[in-house]
């Protein structure tokens, strides 16, 4: 079928009916039906060399770079992380290097030919090493739990070294066994686009291919791709320093609260900080991408769900339990994941304790209940809606697809990208499985062998509730890239069936989350290698040694910092390693497996009427469902309730400022400049993507180290200080304030 016709009929994923399910696999042969995939990977297969010592050796060397220096730095505060992208980019000049001074001789071991240098560094070898560190390069999870284990100022308890690498290798390995055993479902069909991946395919062509645009299909630009990139990687590189270090008032451009500074309610409404930015200003890409990612790899519908999301699900609901005075809210900041007293200072999880950190009720009655932000509140119960709400859109939009999937397994209607793969051997499912069965015995040695706190049965209902999530929430990033997380529900499950145990229920939550989000990271990177087309079992072994190296590389360097930096942990720690990471993970603990959720949202709760976000969750995706295809509302098929709610259980720790300027940059992007000037956003908008990108990368890194590390003093003036003089930016916008002495909520708990 001829690319305009193609064009024509292309739809978004989330809008493709089960019964089309044959269509985009089998009737588009040339390319995919999808224009974004069009514009991102290439319908071609150079047949490139993959599987080289050159691959190997420097994935290896970026994996241990990588991953200890993260783990190293995520122990300090501010953080900073080395993400692939920045490998993606080093790598490229290193290889090239090695192909132009290493030597060609081939090599007979065993009868096994190799050598150093095959040649040219080809695209393939450099999605291995790419596929090697995005597996690997950010720390464990595991890590956190480790931290908020061993370090002295929290449980100060080392099962010793067996039991790190247990657990880490465990939590790590079963989510690469289910994205390989679910691939049939996540990975192969057309409709599973991960725009996540744009810019890794897009970065990769702009790299290999000088070649110029000929003009007549990007609306008259010539310039190549790799110039176009360097070009606005170096100007977001220089631009960043602007709001990083000049003038940072750039980041939250909330005139509003600098016209009145001590106005709750304007504060409240139009602050970034701690309030609802209701005029959305932010020169700041790090503000744009700090928790959607970037949003010009997102579909349309994805930006318009979110925003509708946004205004009905937080704010206008942030509004109604403010202003009404409901759960205390007017003694709290509007937007914020801190939790407080009833003295309207941060929550103490120690006063609460016995001598063993197990809970004191006498002690909980002296101190206060635990009282949640308005948008915290709704992020618990948009998070149980969004669960539930995937797992019913899947049912209702997508069943007769997973059954379809389930049927033909491999022997199902290719698209171009799948019947290009199918000259390469596939990783058989008995790998796969074989890896998932020793990952759980990983598994039960680490809950065991140990003193864990978590019981055997526990760990199978933590992998049960994955295996449940991972096709729904996994599909979901596929197409709108919208990332869903068991982060809030696994340790509210924990702390019902092990009421009393911290350390059981981070280990739970752990393996529920940590497992899910493995699954979609390795699926997203299966997705890259099958645009990419390197042979699968190429992908499946660099992502296993990636991964069991990466465990111990990080395992060493938490146990070093550990035990070789005075007072590591320590919130006045000198140097600053605070271990943020290791504190949140160990208050979280502390509040579900302590205080419980069953204070919290069981029966006589405050918090108990969240638990019908459950139903609406179910019920959401069900009224859409009638009103498209029952009622022949068209104009509903446009929204899709796991995106309007999932996205919103990010916020907080994000901002409605996040939110709104992500939302609205991506419909410039990909409505706008799309609609109008295709042929350009065709050629270069995933390359712009991945520049923006990058420039901020290497920017912050480069200010963290000349700036921020060393403590530097940045220009003081209006800009970086008396922007900051504002109720909102100091989280004391609140409606009603409390006296020395006296307290708010309720009389008993």
């Not at 199918?422 to 890896?435: I, Q, R, V």
């Not at 995933?686 to 700036?707: E, H, K, M, R, V």
Request: proline content about 5%; charged content about 10%.
């Amino acid at each position: 079928m001829p690319v305009s016709e193609i064009t024509a009929d292309s739809k978004s994923p989330i809008e493709i009916d089960a019964a089309e399910v044959k269509k985009p696999d089998g009737l588009f042969s040339d390319d995919s039906p999808y224009e974004e995939v069009r514009a991102a990977v290439r319908n071609t297969d150079g047949e490139e060399v993959a599987n080289t010592v050159r691959a190997w050796v420097l994935g290896t060397l970026f994996v241990t770079i990588g991953s200890g220096l993260n783990m190293f730095l995520s122990m300090r505060y501010p953080a900073i992380n080395f993400p692939a992208i920045v490998v993606q980019l080093l790598v490229y000049p290193l290889g090239c290097l090695w192909a132009k001074t290493m030597p060609t001789r081939v090599f007979n071991t065993f009868g096994l030919r190799w050598t150093l240098n095959t040649g040219p560094f080809s695209i393939k070898e450099h999605v291995v090493v790419t596929l090697m560190a995005n597996v690997s390069i950010s720390y464990a999870y595991s890590t956190n739990a480790l931290i908020a284990l061993q370090g002295k100022p929290f449980y100060n308890i080392n099962l010793g070294w067996g039991f790190s690498l247990l657990f880490t290798l465990s939590s790590q390995l079963i989510g690469i066994s289910l994205a390989g055993l679910f691939r049939r479902f996540l990975i192969w069909p057309a409709a599973m686009i991960w725009p996540s991946q744009f810019a890794n395919t897009s970065l990769f062509y702009a790299l290999h291919d000088r070649s110029k645009s000929d003009g007549n299909h990007s609306n008259g630009w010539v310039m190549s791709r790799y110039r176009w990139f360097a070009i606005v990687t170096a100007g977001m590189f220089l631009y960043y320093w602007i709001p990083a270090v000049l003038f940072q008032g750039l980041s939250v451009f909330a005139f509003a609260t600098w016209i009145k500074p001590n106005n709750v309610v304007v504060n409240q409404l139009f602050g970034g900080f701690t309030g609802l930015s209701l005029i959305p200003i932010t020169f700041d890409w790090t503000y744009v991408t700090a928790y959607l990612l970037d949003p010009i790899l997102a579909p349309t519908s994805s930006h318009v769900n979110t925003l509708i999301g946004l205004f009905f699900f937080v704010i206008v609901a942030s509004i109604g339990i403010v202003y009404t005075g409901a759960l205390y809210s007017d003694y709290l900041p509007l937007v914020t994941s801190q939790t407080y007293d009833n003295t309207q200072q941060y929550y103490n999880v120690t006063k609460i304790l016995g001598d063993t950190f197990t809970f004191d009720p006498q002690k909980y009655k002296e101190y206060s209940p635990l009282f949640l932000s308005p948008t915290l509140a709704l992020n618990y119960g948009l998070s149980f809606a969004a669960l539930t709400a995937a797992f019913v859109h899947i049912g209702l939009y997508h069943g007769k697809e997973v059954w379809y999937r389930f049927r033909t397994a491999r022997n199902q209607e290719p698209d171009i990208h799948l019947r290009l793969m199918k000259k390469y051997a596939e990783a058989p499912d008995w790998w796969y499985a074989g890896l998932f069965l020793i990952s759980i015995g990983l598994g039960f040695a680490t809950t065991e062998a140990f003193n864990s706190q978590l019981p055997w049965w526990a760990f199978i209902v933590a992998i049960i509730v994955t295996l449940v999530f991972v096709i729904p929430t996994t599909m979901i990033l596929a197409v709108s890239n919208i990332l869903l997380s068991l982060n809030v529900i696994s340790p509210f499950l924990a702390g019902f069936m092990i009421p009393g145990r911290p350390v059981g229920v981070m280990i739970f939550k752990v393996y529920s989350t940590v497992i899910l989000g493995q699954a979609q990271t390795y699926s997203a990177d299966l997705k890259m290698a099958h645009y990419m087309k390197v042979p699968p079992k190429v992908t499946f072994w660099c992502q296993i040694m990636a991964t069991i190296w990466a465990a111990f590389v990080q395992v060493a360097t938490m146990n070093w910092t550990l035990g070789n930096i005075d007072k590591v942990c320590d919130n006045k720690q000198k140097d600053h390693f605070t271990c943020p990471n290791g504190r949140a993970f160990f208050s979280s603990s502390i509040v579900w497996g302590v205080i419980g959720p069953r204070r919290m949202f069981g029966e006589g709760g405050m918090y108990s009427a969240f638990n019908w976000f459950w139903l609406i969750g179910a019920g959401f995706p069900i009224l859409l469902y009638v009103l498209t295809k029952v009622c022949k509302f068209s104009f509903f098929r446009h929204f899709n309730a796991p995106v309007m709610l999932g996205a919103m259980a990010w916020l907080p720790p994000a901002s409605p400022l996040s939110f709104s300027s992500w939302a609205i940059v991506g419909l410039i992007f990909n409505k706008w400049i799309r609609t109008k000037w295709n042929g350009w956003w065709s050629t270069y908008a995933y390359t712009t993507a991945a520049a923006l990108d990058a420039g901020l990368i290497i920017s912050t890194i480069i200010i963290f180290f000349a700036i921020t590390f060393p403590n530097v003093t940045i220009p003081q003036w209006w800009g970086n200080v008396g922007v900051f003089n504002t109720l909102d930016a100091s989280y004391q916008a609140t409606l009603k304030t409390v006296g020395e002495g006296e307290t708010f909520g309720p009389k008993t708990w």
